[in-house]
């Protein structure tokens, strides 16, 4: 059922101008350049706070629309530059339509664009058009705002536009993207759309700081994003992407107090925390049940998407495990056979921080998700493979023996 009132076909143009922003920055960002966002027009390009490029970026839900001289489209487009100020100014920014529609052949929607250009028979077809009294009240006070501008006026503002036309629709975007980043896209095409959903996240997070920063000047958001944050990450997401590295996930993203936290509260690895006198509140625990979560989240989907595969996690593993044994040898050899258990603890304390603190072992070259290093220790020690206290193996026995007898 079909609803007159509805928002989706404004909410989707809306949509679609944001994510435009970052198909034009991919294809036409140069070094030095910035874009923006509803700063200085729906996207521009952007000099030191001066727009270079404006751009008024139209969608259609029509499945098949056209734009020409008398469209509704064109002349609120025109309206927009014209109360801008100053538009016969031959030094002003270039002015671009962006559109979903087709351009009609013969019009001067279709002389604006690259490969037919005739921008002075474009600017006598709108004056024909604008003079047309015929023209409809849609349409009305455009017309007539541009009429109001000389002929030598006229011919100048028309000489500043170009038309894009035929653009990929809002469904059809993220295919466009994919082809003007493919030679950053990872070979495997199952890691391709983890790639796109990465880089899509990236750009929406700066598209809202860019929309909110005229709403909220106390917080300081950004209004500009400059080509070279862009091709940084493009770099980071291929590399992340690759057999080098692994993707990051900001959804798995937690911090201590969340309430998935909680259920760790009485896993081993916490208890092996506790062996060392460290109490529940302690940052040390908190901080290490954020790890573990973390790191767990993250290995289960690197696995089931195929960044990762089980014999590399167990080399690592093993990696882990040897850095481990080597550590606590050194220092657990050197408790004295009637050391106190204050003096072991503290062992275990110093066996926990030289770990822990120490320059990350990768699991991959360029892998700086220093979480997972943390959390893969204490995934270990929630196997009971590893541990902190000098006799954190008795200990974790006794306490799976008293689990079982309470069950």
Do not use: C
Request: glycine share 6%; no cysteine; aromatic share 8%.
């Amino acid at each position: 059922m079909s609803n007159a009132h509805s928002a989706a076909g404004p909410a989707l143009g809306y949509q679609y101008q944001a994510d435009y922003g970052l198909l034009t920055f991919v294809r036409d960002g140069e070094p030095g350049r910035a874009i923006t966002l509803e700063l200085h027009d729906d996207v521009a390009w952007d000099d030191n706070g001066t727009p270079v490029e404006q751009l008024q970026v139209k969608h259609s839900v029509a499945a098949s629309s056209t734009v020409g001289d008398t469209s509704p489209q064109i002349w609120r487009t025109l309206k927009a530059w014209l109360d801008a100020g100053n538009p016969a100014n031959l030094d002003g920014p270039s002015l671009v339509l962006v559109t979903t529609s087709t351009a009609v052949d013969g019009s001067a929607v279709h002389l604006l664009r690259d490969d037919s250009r005739d921008a002075p028979a474009a600017a006598t077809l709108l004056r024909t058009a604008a003079a047309d009294t015929d023209g409809g009240k849609t349409t009305a006070v455009a017309r007539a705002a541009f009429m109001k501008l000389s002929v030598a006026e006229q011919n100048a503002f028309v000489s500043r536009i170009r038309v894009i036309d035929g653009t990929p629709n809002v469904l059809d975007i993220d295919a466009a993207l994919r082809v003007a980043v493919r030679r950053h896209l990872p070979a495997e095409e199952g890691k391709q759309d983890a790639f796109m959903d990465a880089l899509w996240g990236w750009w929406r997070r700066h598209a809202v700081d860019m929309l909110s920063s005229r709403f909220f000047p106390d917080r300081h958001l950004r209004t500009t994003v400059e080509e070279v944050e862009l091709n940084n990450q493009l770099n980071h997401l291929a590399v992340t992407h690759s057999d080098l590295g692994l993707p990051e996930y900001d959804d798995l993203d937690i911090q201590d107090g969340h309430d998935d936290l909680v259920v760790h509260e009485d896993d081993i690895f916490v208890h092996q925390l506790k062996f060392l006198d460290y109490a529940q509140t302690a940052r040390t625990v908190r901080n290490a049940i954020v790890d573990y979560h973390r790191a767990v989240a993250n290995e289960t989907r690197w696995l089931e998407r195929d960044f990762l595969n089980r014999d590399e996690v167990e080399k690592y593993e093993k990696k882990l495990r040897e850095a481990w044994r080597i550590a606590s040898g050194f220092l657990f050899d050197d408790l004295p056979g009637e050391a106190s258990d204050a003096d072991r603890v503290q062992a275990g304390r110093k066996l926990l921080s030289t770990i822990l603190m120490a320059t990350p072992v990768r699991i991959r070259t360029h892998v700086d998700q220093d979480f997972y290093y943390r959390g893969k220790h204490h995934m270990l020690a929630e196997d009971g493979v590893i541990g902190w206290h000098p006799d954190f193996e008795e200990r974790v026995q006794a306490m799976l023996l008293a689990k079982e007898s309470v069950a």
